[in-house]
């Protein structure tokens, strides 16, 4: 059983749906680094990829065309996010409630939304047609490599813009003036006031990102993953990027490989859930229990760090 | 005279949230239902009014099963007081629920005992599971400063697969069409308080004895009064010389132990067998109480009763008009917002405040010119 799990696990179309799988997590997970960097707690990313992925859906529906469906979902995205930071920044609602009230909306209030829209209970059925789906991409040199072409190419598009922005996003935040201002906000918010940098505005802009990013996620999830919107569709995964922010450190490139070890966890789940004799409960387990460990290696990891340096500082003395 | 204006102040922002959020209600009613005053009728008034041909009575077995939806409730919103009191965002509730109810209805399945002593020894087992399950986000957050929020979260989840997996393949009855346990002792069954079907067990009676407890708890013993004060200002607490770690982690053991309480006390009380397939949700309008009561547990029955209320409102609704029981979700989300907003309606607060302050100075003066007089 081992061998078999093994062989699965190098094969080509294993790794092609790791990285499926890792898309949606990534994208709020990066929006997650965003907001971390602007010292502002969006734990509302799993409402508002519920919320983006139902009107991705209905938008796409009511123009018959993908692009606006997922421009629209973006569009909601930042929408809700900057509600979340109204309400934690003029009216000073602890910013983990606000985020816990659109996970509400995004739990229950999705299906309302659904039902006043389109009179519909509980999933979209046949609203979402294949045209309307996220197109797939094959990269064309890549295509024709063996095995390689396998597992990256004819991924949907949104796949390669979430790892493209690892790399943007990383560009934004050390390499421009606004991602130094959100870093400044975010490392000390009265140096960065001191040089009249306006520390709302930066969050606004900061967690209008995350939003985006979140938006971008719940588009991939019911117009490409599950072909269609449900209600327990995007099952804890605004979680899960919260975790995978917090063991990646906070960084692009960090939160990015702990998505893609989330991503791993998942696909894992489906392939040893189709075996003889285990039990798909006790394996749907994984992703969680690997986030918690993950969240513990690195607590123990930040620990070590402060206590060599404690020990390097005293050595000086 | 000034506390009593102020207090006064905060009993009405509080009602203008609600009311604010029942408004957002109204709003998504009427753009979305075709029948918009009934189902308005059926949520505000539907819990506690029959509508009959002959007229509007007062529904005595509606309200009390109003009462018996509290019961689960009033326990999650005092174990979210006592760990949000600590300034610990532990979202782990549903977890320790659905855990207290998997444990207490083992033991109430396979321990053969006397009635009376079984049901507490069931009980207390849930509840002792629910606080250890709480110890692992709570160790990890004080010895390795790992985020409690992110932990409790994915602990719920692996709770709840965990459950799963033993319900499915060790503890299923296979007679039964749907997947559920055996069926409960009849000793281990908590008893309605009047046997009129309505749920509403003796489970609430131990509810209520607990909101007691636990205010006392809070307010009138030094463990607290640490909790409260970690929570206010933990650098304070530290450097005062709190054990800061051990509270922490008593606050949120406390907090696992009054969730998987009242996920026994649920289960034994509402069910034949053990049947949750889900996580049970009331871990989620645990914080929504503890909100609303500004996480006083004397508030607790009070905000338990409001969600209660609306709760059936919302299932009422759904079942005579057209509009989906889901509603619940927004009304909770706006009252969230609104109600945990310290600015909301500020503008007020500061008036009445400063008003008082030019009244007490004016006082004072007239009290100085007295005495320079004299």
Not at chain 1, 72 to 77: F, P
Request: proline share 3%; aromatic share 12%; charged share 10%.
């Amino acid at each position: 059983m081992i061998g078999d799990l093994l062989l699965s696990i190098f094969n080509a179309d294993f790794l092609y749906s790791v990285i499926r799988i890792t898309a949606p997590i990534l994208f709020a997970a990066l929006g997650a680094v965003i907001a971390e960097k602007a010292g502002v707690v969006n734990i509302g990313l799993e409402g508002i990829m519920m919320i983006s992925a139902l009107f991705g859906v209905l938008f796409g529906y009511w123009t018959q065309s993908w692009f606006i469906g997922v421009l629209g979902a973006v569009v909601i995205g930042v929408l809700l996010a900057l509600l979340i930071g109204f309400f934690a920044f003029e009216m000073k609602t602890d910013i983990i409630l606000g985020g816990i009230a659109v996970n509400m909306l995004g739990a229950g209030g999705t299906i309302f939304l659904l039902y006043m829209f389109t009179g519909m209970k509980g999933n979209t059925g046949s609203l979402v047609t294949r045209e309307l789906l996220i197109p797939t991409l094959d990269i064309p040199l890549i295509k024709s490599i063996p095995y390689l072409g396998q597992v990256l190419s004819g991924h949907a598009v949104l796949t390669y813009l979430a790892f493209l922005l690892v790399w943007l996003i990383w560009v934004v935040i050390y390499k421009t003036p606004l991602g130094l201002n959100i870093r400044a906000v975010g490392e000390n918010p009265n140096a960065a006031t001191s040089i009249g940098v306006s520390v709302q505005k930066i969050q606004y802009i900061a967690i209008a990102f995350s939003g985006a990013l979140a938006g971008l996620g719940g588009a991939f999830m019911s117009m490409y993953y599950s072909q269609g919107w449900n209600s327990g569709m995007v099952a804890g995964r605004g979680f899960i990027a919260l975790a995978a922010t917090a063991m990646g450190r906070g960084e692009p490139v960090g939160t990015m490989l702990s998505s893609l070890l989330f991503g791993l966890a998942q696909a894992l789940r489906t392939k040893v859930s189709g075996m003889q004799g285990v039990s798909s409960y006790l394996v749907s387990v994984i992703p969680y229990l690997v986030t918690i460990i993950g969240l513990v290696l690195y607590a123990i990891s930040i620990k070590n760090k402060l206590k060599k340096r404690h020990a390097v500082a005293k050595g000086a003395e | 005279m000034s506390d009593r204006r102020l207090l006064l102040f905060n009993l009405l922002r509080g009602l203008a949230a609600i009311l604010l959020a029942l408004l957002v209600a109204a709003i998504f009613i009427f753009i979305s239902s075709d029948e918009p005053l009934t189902a308005l009728k059926y949520l505000l008034v539907g819990p506690v009014v029959s509508f009959k041909a002959t007229g509007n009575v007062f529904n005595t077995t509606s309200f009390l099963t109003v009462l018996a939806g509290m019961i689960p409730t009033i326990f999650s919103g005092l174990a979210v007081c006592v760990m949000f009191s600590a300034n610990q965002f532990n979202l782990g509730g549903e977890g320790a629920i659905m855990l207290g109810g998997f444990v207490g209805a083992l033991l109430g399945i396979y321990l053969k005992m006397n009635t009376g002593l079984h049901q507490v020894v069931c009980v207390l087992a849930g509840a002792i599971a629910g606080g250890l399950i709480m110890l692992i986000p709570a160790i990890l957050k004080v010895k390795l400063g790992a985020s409690e929020m992110v932990t409790s979260l994915m602990m719920n989840y692996v709770v709840m697969f965990v459950i799963l997996h033993f319900l499915n393949f060790v503890f299923a009855d296979r007679s039964k069409g749907a997947t559920q346990t055996f069926p409960f002792l009849e000793t281990a069954k908590i008893p309605e308080i009047v046997a009129n079907g309505t749920k509403l067990t003796w489970g609430f009676v131990v509810a209520l004895i607990f909101v007691v407890i636990i205010a006392l708890f809070m307010y009138r013993t030094k463990w607290g009064y640490a909790i409260r004060m970690i929570g206010i200002n933990q650098s304070f607490a530290q450097y005062s010389g709190m054990q800061v770690g051990t509270v922490i982690i008593l606050s949120q053991v406390i907090g696992g132990m009054l969730s998987g309480m009242g996920g026994s006390i649920e289960v034994l009380g509402r069910f034949n067998s053990f049947l949750w397939r889900e996580l049970p949700g009331y871990g989620w309008l645990g914080i929504t109480i503890a909100i609303l009561a500004k996480n006083n547990p004397i508030f607790v029955p009070f905000a338990a009763f409001f969600i209660a209320y609306l709760n059936k409102g919302c299932d009422l609704m759904a079942t005579y008009s057209d509009v989906p029981s889901e509603m619940i979700d927004i009304i909770q989300a706006a009252i969230f917002l609104f109600f945990a907003a310290e600015q909301f309606l500020a503008k007020y607060r500061q008036r009445i405040v400063v008003r008082n302050a030019q009244r007490d100075l004016a006082l004072q003066e007239a009290a100085a010119s007295q005495g320079g007089s004299n």
